[in-house]
């Protein structure tokens, strides 16, 4: 989901500075609800984990250039429904933060493009969540077609995202459409991935009693 460098360039780019602001608004909304309802130091241990975590499919996981971006594979959804949205979405923005500092500093320009693109599908997927999880079932409870549903919204935002940035920067020509489809049906395949990893990882929450009892994780993972 990384934008590629030159891919938006110029004036142009201001536009990706008033969108991350708008991303970042949201996890800052999210982040005071959490605080209200958890405390500052659950939604900080939180964070710390999401961060590393980010950080790790980043650097570590496989990761592909496709198109006018790379593939990777995030969990989004998996970070949503063990830890939340405030804690998903600062682990989020700070793990990026963090490898384009020390690690990809050529990413540092398209930093609120990116930000923007792996941020906002997280809260579309969060609205999406509350109508395709019923009240009286907990996150360890979901099945496959819910896990898809979370994981298709997710990724799918990531793919429109990417390809508005393209198309913004660089218009509609035939290599350009070339490329955003070609990333676009490779990035799509992480949707056959993601929920089963969800689910194994929620099968493995479920066995573990100290998991149950721990303010770091989300309190709708055990509970409806």
């Given at each position: 989901?990384?934008?590629?460098?030159?891919?938006?360039?110029g004036a142009?780019?201001?536009?990706?500075?008033?969108?991350?602001?708008?991303?970042?608004?949201?996890?800052?909304?999210?982040?005071?609800?959490?605080?209200?309802?958890?405390?500052l130091?659950?939604l900080?241990?939180?964070?710390?984990?999401?961060?590393?975590?980010?950080?790790?499919?980043?650097?570590?996981?496989?990761?592909?250039?496709?198109?006018?971006?790379?593939?990777?594979?995030?969990?989004?959804?998996?970070?949503?429904?063990i830890?939340?949205?405030?804690?998903?979405?600062?682990?989020?923005?700070?793990?990026?933060?963090?490898?384009?500092?020390?690690?990809?500093?050529?990413?540092?320009?398209?930093?609120?493009?990116?930000v923007?693109?792996?941020?906002?599908?997280?809260?579309?997927?969060?609205?999406v969540?509350?109508?395709?999880?019923s009240e009286?079932t907990?996150?360890v409870?979901i099945?496959?077609?819910?896990?898809?549903?979370?994981?298709?919204?997710?990724?799918?935002?990531?793919v429109?995202?990417?390809?508005?940035?393209?198309?913004?920067?660089?218009?509609?020509a035939?290599?350009?459409?070339?490329?955003?489809?070609?990333?676009?049906?490779?990035y799509l395949?992480?949707?056959?991935?993601?929920?089963?990893?969800?689910?194994?990882i929620?099968?493995?929450?479920?066995?573990?009693?100290?998991?149950?009892?721990?303010?770091?994780?989300?309190?709708?993972?055990?509970?409806?």
């Amino acid at each position: 989901m990384h934008i590629e460098p030159g891919v938006v360039t110029g004036a142009k780019i201001v536009l990706s500075y008033a969108t991350a602001f708008a991303a970042l608004g949201l996890s800052a909304k999210s982040s005071i609800d959490a605080i209200r309802e958890h405390g500052l130091m659950t939604l900080l241990g939180r964070s710390i984990i999401t961060s590393a975590l980010v950080l790790f499919f980043f650097q570590v996981l496989p990761h592909q250039p496709v198109g006018v971006s790379e593939v990777h594979l995030i969990l989004g959804s998996t970070l949503f429904l063990i830890f939340g949205p405030a804690a998903a979405s600062i682990g989020l923005f700070m793990g990026l933060l963090i490898q384009g500092v020390f690690f990809a500093p050529f990413d540092l320009p398209q930093y609120g493009m990116n930000v923007t693109t792996l941020l906002l599908p997280l809260f579309a997927m969060a609205a999406v969540s509350r109508r395709v999880i019923s009240e009286r079932t907990a996150y360890v409870d979901i099945g496959y077609a819910q896990a898809l549903k979370l994981s298709l919204t997710y990724q799918g935002g990531i793919v429109l995202w990417v390809a508005f940035w393209a198309f913004y920067g660089q218009g509609f020509a035939v290599s350009n459409l070339s490329a955003v489809a070609s990333f676009g049906v490779a990035y799509l395949s992480v949707v056959l991935i993601e929920p089963l990893i969800d689910l194994a990882i929620l099968a493995g929450a479920k066995g573990i009693k100290q998991v149950k009892r721990s303010p770091l994780v989300e309190q709708r993972l055990f509970n409806s």
